[in-house]
């Protein structure tokens, strides 16, 4: 299980890493800072899946979760997104400390 989350977390971080590669790209191409949000990736990637997935959000919870919610996140850049996630799994798959309690 573990290493499950370790596996993640660097696939994860792999990706936030060619986000912000691309960003960086992009900001060096255009001679100032431009950072491209997981909305406008996963529109150029699979906007079929972006449209699905927008319309199922809607339909089971209502408007408002994706408008207030699901939307907020996805302006977020790409690479924050990513690395988070990929911090998250990361310290979720740490080895743990063992520690011996002697009682008496």
Same mark, same amino acid.
């Given at each position: @299980?573990? *290493?499950?989350?370790?596996?993640?977390?660097?696939?994860?971080?792999?990706?936030?890493?060619?986000?912000?590669?691309?960003?960086?790209?992009? +900001? @060096?191409?255009?001679?100032?800072?431009? @950072?491209? !949000?997981?909305?406008?990736?996963? !529109?150029?990637?699979?906007? +079929?899946?972006?449209?699905? *997935?927008?319309?199922?959000?809607?339909? +089971?919870?209502? *408007?408002?979760?994706?408008?207030?919610?699901?939307?907020?996140?996805?302006?977020?850049?790409?690479? +924050?997104?990513?690395?988070?996630?990929g911090l998250l799994c990361a310290y979720s798959g740490r080895r743990r400390r063992r520690v011996n309690v002697f009682a008496n």
């Amino acid at each position: @299980m573990l *290493a499950t989350f370790r596996i993640l977390a660097g696939i994860f971080l792999l990706i936030a890493a060619l986000a912000g590669v691309y960003d960086a790209t992009r +900001s @060096m191409a255009a001679d100032r800072l431009v @950072m491209a !949000s997981l909305l406008e990736h996963w !529109s150029n990637i699979a906007p +079929s899946l972006l449209a699905a *997935a927008q319309g199922a959000v809607r339909r +089971s919870a209502g *408007a408002p979760v994706w408008d207030q919610g699901i939307a907020r996140v996805l302006q977020l850049p790409a690479w +924050s997104v990513f690395a988070g996630i990929g911090l998250l799994c990361a310290y979720s798959g740490r080895r743990r400390r063992r520690v011996n309690v002697f009682a008496n």
